[in-house]
């Protein structure tokens, strides 16, 4: 155990709340141009995965609250990139898919990590290895009641 278990340096949500806001901060200016928004970028990620998805499986896929989903899901619509509708399978089901626009996105935003990687300056695999703690974690407390 360190000497000051109180001490901030050795808490671990503050290693992730100061990380996590750094690397976010690297994003914007590589999503300014393609009028994204750092949440928005991570729903059109999903989408890219699998369309359409309900905006239930959104919200899980992305951990985000529906109330929290909804506003970026209107401003993605508003930008063109996706279009809301209801689902013809469950009518009280809301379908989120990509338009035209939103799939040609795809093809400028694959120049994105790597310049996320290149502004890091971090070998590949520290990254990997930080993926996968990062996955660790967000399971372990998920376990947590």
């Known amino acids: ?20 806001r750094s690397v976010i901060a690297l994003y914007r200016p590589v999503l300014e141009p393609l009028s994204l928004t750092h949440p928005q970028y991570l729903v059109m990620l999903a989408l890219w995965e699998q369309e359409p998805r309900s905006v239930k499986n959104l919200s899980d896929t992305l951990a985000l609250e529906p109330a929290t989903l909804s ?18 399978a469950d ?16 093809a400028e935003a694959e120049q994105i990590p790597p310049r996320i990687i290149e502004r890091l300056g971090l070998p590949i695999a520290d990254l990997e290895n930080l993926r996968e703690s990062l996955q660790a974690i967000i399971a372990a407390a998920a376990r947590t009641p």
């Not at 506003?71 to 013809?88: C, D, F, M, N, Q």
């Not at 009518?91 to 795809?106: C, D, I, N, Q």
């Open 91 to 106: 009518e009280r089901a809301l379908e989120v898919r990509l338009t035209v626009r939103g799939r040609a996105l795809r």
């Open 1 to 20: 155990m360190p000497d000051d278990v109180l001490a901030l340096e050795n808490q671990v949500c503050f290693g992730l709340a100061v990380a996590a």
């Open 71 to 88: 506003p970026l899901l209107k401003r993605l619509e508003a930008t063109g990139y996706v279009e809301r509708r209801r689902s013809t």
